[in-house]
């Protein structure tokens, strides 16, 4: 089973910043992206970044030039700095992980962190 734990989130002022993490285990190898997603209350969850297995990054243009998305050396880890945040930044952050493989040959599509809040006040 994919275990994906995010961490990182908490209350800024706009114009703050926080550096969000997601420690991705349970798994041999994913052959697909590490993402970002968020959710505001009310809204649908919507893309906010992705980075793939040789450093290329991916962002919705409403985070360009704010937001950078980085992993660690072994790939297991990403992080999403957030500079310059905005109150429409708040929302519940999720990572999720895709085309993931266990030793045994399970195969897991789509795997979801539990989330971590990103409140940002004006």
């Known amino acids: 089973q994919v275990q994906l734990v995010e961490s990182g989130g908490g209350s800024v002022q706009a114009g703050g910043s926080l550096r969000l993490s997601c420690a991705a285990s349970g798994y041999a190898f994913c052959t697909d992206d590490m993402m970002w997603y968020r959710q505001a209350t009310g809204k649908e969850r919507e893309f906010v970044s992705a980075i793939d297995r040789d450093g290329m990054t991916t962002y919705a243009d409403s985070v360009k030039g704010r937001f950078t998305i980085s992993h660690d050396n072994n790939k297991n880890t990403v992080f999403l700095q957030m500079n310059s945040l905005k109150p429409e930044d708040t929302a519940m952050y999720y990572c999720?992980?895709?085309?993931?493989?266990?030793?045994?040959?399970?195969?897991?599509?789509?795997?979801w962190g539990q989330g971590t809040q990103v409140t940002v006040s004006s």
């Open positions: 999720r992980r895709d085309g993931c493989y266990s030793y045994s040959g399970d195969y897991w599509d789509v795997s």
